[in-house]
């Protein structure tokens, strides 16, 4: 598979995990909701890097992906993204810590995180080109 080929696959996968956020949602399952809003927005970054001609580290925190994405991009690009982070700080926090605490801690998520979450997820695809 090649570069093109793995960042469409990744970024179709994204689209996934969000729609079954949005399921999850609606079926009040806000826990694993946030998890794949976290995966979603994690294989959206990994898309991006590729589309970029980078290759992706093996990180999961979507702030890191971010950074590094910002790095590939031209200074308008960069100023955006910069822009999420500062914007959307507490919020990719929240989604970083979705990955470990639906695993290993008894953490639950309110519907209102969950709509907060999915809100900054799609705000986030929306503004990283």
Do not use: C
């Not at 598979?1 to 793995?6: H, I, L, S, T, V």
């Not at 991006?48 to 308008?76: C, F, N, Q, W």
């Amino acid at each position: 598979m090649g570069r093109k080929d793995e960042a469409e696959h990744l970024l179709k996968r994204s689209k996934e995990f969000l729609e079954t956020a949005e399921y999850q949602i609606s079926k009040g399952l806000y826990g694993i909701a946030v998890f794949s809003l976290e995966q979603a927005l994690q294989l959206f970054l990994k898309s991006k890097m590729l589309a970029a001609g980078a290759d992706y580290p093996r990180t999961h925190g979507v702030r890191s992906l971010l950074e590094i994405l910002s790095g590939l991009e031209s200074d308008e690009k960069k100023r955006s993204t910069e822009h999420i982070l500062n914007n959307y700080l507490f919020e990719l926090g929240m989604l970083e810590d979705a990955y470990i605490t639906s695993r290993y801690v008894m953490r639950e998520f309110t519907r209102e995180e969950a709509q907060r979450l999915t809100k900054t997820v799609k705000e986030v695809m929306n503004n990283v080109k």
